[in-house]
């Protein structure tokens, strides 16, 4: 099972967002698929490209896909703030004090510095001793969330993400 904070073996490269979406409750809730990788050369026909070396190097690559047979899905329950960010326009800040692969917690982050000189709290001391940052780090977002509470992570399948979109 994804854990944040740890080296999440099971996941081979960033996953993928396949869903988020943010109720009135201020329930936070993101579904991710794993990353399976193609076959070698996969694809390559298909390469608009007529540059002959870009398609010998992608010859010798692996396309990565969306595994729908391993979603998960994420839930901030009381979330404090969040943030989406493409993964193209991130950068890394070493500054800042991480632990995990792909599902992160910041030790100490900048965000969090941020978030106590923008934000009124008005949470206990004991509530404000449980607050984390959160990173997800998949293939196109980088998703931050600090939240007091431990997110929940189930494993889910397609039906269940499709079946909550019809409700």
Known sequence: MLEFGTENTEIIDA???????DNGDNELRIIIALSEKGSKGE?????????????KILANSCPIYEDTEN??????????????????????????????????IFEKSRLLDYYEDVIFDF?????KSHRKHYGIYTQ???IDVISNNEPVINKANILNVRGKDNE
Do not use: A, W
Not at 43 to 55: L, Q, R, V, W, Y
Not at 72 to 98: A, G, K, M, P
Not at 123 to 127: A, I, Q
């Open 123 to 127: 949470d206990y001391e004991s509530e």
């Open 140 to 142: 196109r977002h980088i």
């Open 43 to 55: 694809n390559i026909e298909n390469i608009f490209d007529d540059n002959p070396t870009i398609k």
């Open 71 to 104: 979603l998960y899905e994420i839930i901030f329950e009381n979330y404090i703030l969040y943030q989406c960010r493409n993964e193209s326009y991130t950068s890394y800040d070493n500054r800042e004090v991480r632990k995990g692969n792909y599902l992160i």
């Open 15 to 21: 996953p993928f967002v396949i869903e988020m979406n």
